[in-house]
């Protein structure tokens, strides 16, 4: 089927709908992807005429969002007033959701429960932030023998919020669970095989081959990343900033501090793991 020039026909019959918003975000796309699937409504980052009609038309009955950085939460409280829609969190940071989005979540969930009735699934991927969650949703785009007429098995999309991105890479900083939390998520995803994967920001990643690439070229992107920092503290850098002079090629204005965060993240690693010495945890968090 057709992604591009969808009809209205197409449309109906696919589970999931994606709406751009353009946010301030420091995502190179300017936007963030709000989804609907089904009547869950998920990363309502802005108002938006199509999200309002559908809020509007009773479409949305529940609200869920990816995690809480306030590119990902700012329509979160209006659409559940419009809606009367069920706001939902995980268990164990129904209060970050409610101070990120300014309202009280209704409802909880846990890793693996549906979001309302056959939902989608929420799965927790703590890295990019603590409370960083990812929706599994299916796929009848790209089911094992699925087609447009939606009798084959449809595959596993996943709504991923910030854990990947179709090109570059996403900032995973000293807090949110680190590094290690990261990469685990990541191949978590990677474990369940999914057919596409559908980010926070940018391009949706479409087909299990590319899905698997994507999922494969992050996770060596920071293991090269890691070997670079390792690299440099083995070289004789001695503090943060040193590192990231090191361990960065390219020019880092206007990043600065993304970069010196990531590095941050990338000791905080090699430290719990013993691989540098105990004298960089001053040198980490003291800054
Ligand atoms: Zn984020």
């Known amino acids: 089927m057709a992604r591009d020039g969808a009809t209205d ?71 559940a007033a419009i809606a009367d829609a069920t706001v939902w969190a995980p268990e164990a940071f129904a209060d970050r959701v409610a101070d990120a989005a300014g309202v009280t979540p209704d409802a909880t969930f846990a890793d693996g429960d549906a979001i309302g009735e056959d939902g989608p699934i929420a799965l927790e991927t703590p890295g990019h932030a603590v409370d960083h969650v990812a929706f599994a949703v299916p796929d009848r785009r790209h089911g094992e023998i699925g087609d447009a007429d939606g009798t084959g098995e449809a595959g596993e999309a996943i709504l ?17 669970g680190g590094l290690t939390a990261y990469l685990e998520s990541l191949r978590r995803l990677r474990d369940r095989t999914p057919t596409a994967l559908h980010p926070g920001h940018g391009p949706a990643i479409e087909g299990p081959e590319s899905v698997t690439a994507t999922l494969d070229r992050l996770i060596d992107h920071r293991l090269d990343r890691e070997a670079a920092v390792l690299e440099a503290v083995e070289a004789g850098a001695s503090d943060v900033d040193a590192v990231v002079e090191a361990a960065y090629e390219k020019d880092l204005t206007g990043v600065a501090d993304l970069a010196r965060a990531t590095v941050r993240a990338h000791l905080g690693k090699l430290l719990a793991e013993g691989r540098i010495d105990e004298e960089w945890r001053d040198r980490i968090d003291g800054d």
């Open 160 to 176: 991923c919020g910030d854990l990947a991105v179709a090109e570059g890479s996403v900032v995973v900083g000293p807090g949110g």
């Open 9 to 79: 026909a197409d449309v109906a019959a696919a589970p999931l709908r994606r709406v751009s918003l353009e946010v301030p975000t420091r995502a190179p796309s300017g936007a963030t992807n709000a989804y609907v699937v089904g009547d869950c409504l998920v990363d309502p980052a802005a108002r938006n005429p199509e999200l309002d009609r559908l809020a509007e038309s009773g479409r949305i009955d529940h609200i869920a969002v990816t995690h809480t950085h306030a590119d990902h939460v700012g329509a979160v409280a209006d659409y």
